[in-house]
């Protein structure tokens, strides 16, 4: 096995695992809030300019 051989296996096994950890994270986000506010924390899709709208 060459060096380039091995170096395209490390870049190749490190781009798997990454978007392999970005779908994990993705999926479990979704599973666990999908928006709703019983928690207590806003969606993603709300910024803080949503904050100017609710009552105390």
């Not at 051989?5 to 994270?25: E, G, H, K, N, P």
């Not at 479990?28 to 100017?52: C, F, L, Q, V």
Request: hydrophobic fraction near 40%.
């Amino acid at each position: 096995m060459s060096q380039n051989d091995l170096l395209f296996l490390v870049v190749t096994l490190s781009l798997v695992t990454s978007l392999i950890v970005m779908i994990a994270r993705f999926a479990g986000s979704r599973r666990r809030g999908r928006g709703d506010e019983s928690d207590g924390r806003a969606g993603w899709w709300e910024g803080p300019w949503d904050d100017d709208d609710r009552r105390p």
